[in-house]
């Protein structure tokens, strides 16, 4: 299967512009989606396909593509934005199958 | 309000099974298509397969680590969506995750989304 791969940790300092990516061949193919994890809650949906925004996701969450690298801009993060964030997509594979990144864990300094 | 309760999580010892339920409330559920997404402790998010909706077959697929062990099945009259869990192994300790699996496309780029999660079951395989 197609493997999507993230930096385990990112900083940013407050009121600051952060990327966060995400790196596989399944990328070339497909869209990407993003979720945002804080601790003992349940993933959130950020950003999917060209970067669509659920309702109530701040404008300030962003999501991008190009070659085989997604991207998720923050722009001012604030503190309530130190979580941990996934990236997922189809697989390339040929097979209908999905694969997630391993993760970046964003520090808000 | 759109909602998703998963529950029959427990500890069960390895070589077992368990069987997981899902009650979705406020959306179509007949329409949806589902999955299930598992997050080991400390680990990331992983995959485990999806069901999609009558009308597109219910076709379903699998993570290679739970394809011939799990099985997820249906029924839209009770807008539940479970997962069957047999020949369990430690390695799949985790909270399991029910969702809802978004597609769509763009200019060709063909995407999936996991839109509305679950607060999570947990899963514990130990003898």
């Known amino acids: 299967s197609s493997e999507l791969t993230q930096d385990p940790a990112v900083s940013v300092a407050l009121g600051q512009t952060v990327r966060i990516t995400c790196q596989g061949d399944?990328?070339?193919?497909?869209?990407a989606s993003w979720y945002q994890q804080k601790p003992g809650q349940a993933p959130l949906l950020l950003a999917y396909?060209?970067?669509n925004r659920p309702s109530g996701i701040p404008d300030r969450f962003s999501g991008s593509s190009s070659g085989n690298t997604a991207s998720l801009t923050i722009t001012g993060a604030q503190a309530e934005d130190e979580a941990d964030y996934y990236c997922n997509s189809r697989d390339s594979s040929g097979k209908d199958q999905v694969v997630f990144g391993g993760g970046t864990k964003l520090a808000v300094l | 309000e759109v909602q998703l309760v998963e529950s029959g999580g427990g500890l069960v010892e390895p070589g077992g099974s368990l069987r997981l339920s899902c009650a979705a409330s406020g959306f179509l559920f007949r329409k949806a298509w589902m999955s299930w997404v598992r997050q080991a402790p400390g680990k990331g998010l992983e995959w485990v397969g999806h069901i999609k909706s009558e009308a597109d077959g219910e076709t379903t697929d699998y993570a290679a680590p739970v394809k011939d062990r799990f099985t997820i099945s249906r029924d839209d009259s009770k807008n539940t969506v479970f997962l069957e869990m047999n020949s369990l192994k430690t390695d799949d300790t985790a909270v399991y995750y029910c969702t809802t699996l978004g597609s769509g496309s763009h200019y060709g780029y063909y995407y999936y989304y996991m839109d509305v999660w679950g607060r999570g079951t947990t899963v514990t395989v130990s003898s």
């Open positions: 396909g060209n970067n």
């Open positions: 399944s990328l070339r193919k497909y869209y």
